[in-house]
């Protein structure tokens, strides 16, 4: 009696389906991305270089304590008065002769910072505080800075500093990036970020 062959199963409709669901999965999974605040570290101290003398009307000290109470030079301050409070501060240009600035706009209060150049904001936490308060009094600060440089940029260029860095990450943005990046520079170089942090209290 003759020997009958198993059926064959074509499996060329499970390659399909297989394919189908594979690219499926690709287009509907979301892939999470990390979130924080962007810091760049300074780079490690030389140990032969002495720290440069900061005068204390140069540094602008911002606190928050355990109870999320916002502290500025050592008064009570709402949080919603800090960005204005930093805006002030750094673009007060006290300064006279060679720390004098050309393009503050500010009070010119000799008892405050000199310059942009000079003027450091010094924030202090306690361990305590939440994370929540920590993120806003971080936003407000960044905020001031940009608000300064969109100053800067319309003045000079015509267009905010956050619209220039938008255009250089654009790839259909016609103009020059490399004179884009110049520019961008310039305004940073007006008002350097000088955000320090130091140690949180326990």
């Known amino acids: 009696m003759a020997r009958r062959s198993a059926p064959e199963v074509n499996a060329g409709s499970m390659a399909d389906i297989a394919f189908l669901l594979l690219i499926f999965f690709l287009v509907t999974t ?35 304590n355990k109870n999320d109470d916002l502290l500025v030079e ?4 709402e949080l919603k008065d800090l960005r204005a409070a930093a805006v002030a501060f750094l673009d007060n240009g006290g300064g006279s002769g060679d720390e004098a600035c050309s393009y503050c706009q500010g009070e010119k209060d000799p008892a405050s910072s000199d310059n942009p150049d000079k003027a450091v904001i010094s924030l202090r936490n306690n361990r305590e505080t939440s994370y929540a308060t ?37 790839v259909n943005y016609s103009g020059s990036k ?11 170089l007006m008002y350097p970020e000088k955000l320090s942090e130091a140690e949180p209290k326990k």
């Open 134 to 170: 920590y993120i806003a009094v971080q936003n407000e600060l960044v905020a001031a800075y940009n608000e300064l440089r969109n100053r800067e940029g319309e003045r000079l260029y015509g267009k905010t500093f956050t619209q220039m860095e938008l255009d250089v990450k654009d």
């Open 178 to 188: 490399n004179k884009l990046k110049d520019q961008i520079k310039k305004i940073q």
């Open 30 to 64: 979301t892939i999470a991305t990390d979130r924080g605040i962007s810091r760049k570290l300074p780079p490690p101290l030389d140990e032969q270089v002495e720290p440069p003398v900061l005068k204390q009307k140069n540094i602008f000290v911002v606190e928050l």
């Open 74 to 77: 050592e008064a009570p301050m």
